[in-house]
């Protein structure tokens, strides 16, 4: 089981995760940073916070996606979708049919980048929608 040893609170959202990420023991440490990187890049309107336990980012308050950082064989994050927002599964990088969420995994700095396009695109959809919403 990964561990990121407990630090401070910290009134700074961005320096929480960095700290957290800083701390975190887990063989794929590199891919967590990578996927973060790639969530963040692709609109500057998201932010990140520690919720769950673990980095998770929102737009306006509104819950996009959390890393679960339990398994060791790859970076897994869990996507939120609001109940009226079409799911396109077409783009092929996500799992599950939970009510509201689905599940990315990646599977090593190759998989990260093979799949990069389509989660970008998820991404910037996923944040154009909520604009949409406000």
């Known amino acids: 089981m990964p561990s990121a040893r407990k630090t401070a609170k910290v009134s700074d959202p961005k320096e929480a995760v960095e700290q957290y990420l ?3 023991e887990h063989p794929l440490k590199a ?5 973060r990187a790639i969530i963040l890049n692709a ?6 916070r520690i919720k769950w336990n673990a980095p998770s980012y929102h737009y306006q308050q509104k819950d996009m996606a ?4 339990r398994s ?3 970076v897994h994050l869990i996507f939120l979708f609001p109940d009226d927002m079409p799911i396109d599964d077409s783009i092929g990088i996500l799992e ?3 009510v509201g969420r689905r ?3 990646f599977h090593g700095m190759d998989d990260i980048q093979a799949k990069k396009p389509l989660f970008e695109k998820l991404v910037k ?3 154009a929608y909520m604009s949409n919403q406000a």
């Open 22 to 24: 800083q701390a975190l």
């Open 31 to 35: 891919e967590f940073e990578a996927v």
């Open 43 to 48: 609109d500057g309107r998201l932010a990140e």
């Open 66 to 69: 959390a890393f679960h950082p």
């Open 72 to 74: 060791q064989a790859f």
């Open 96 to 98: 599950g049919k939970h």
């Open 103 to 105: 599940e990315i995994k």
């Open 125 to 127: 959809d996923w944040v």
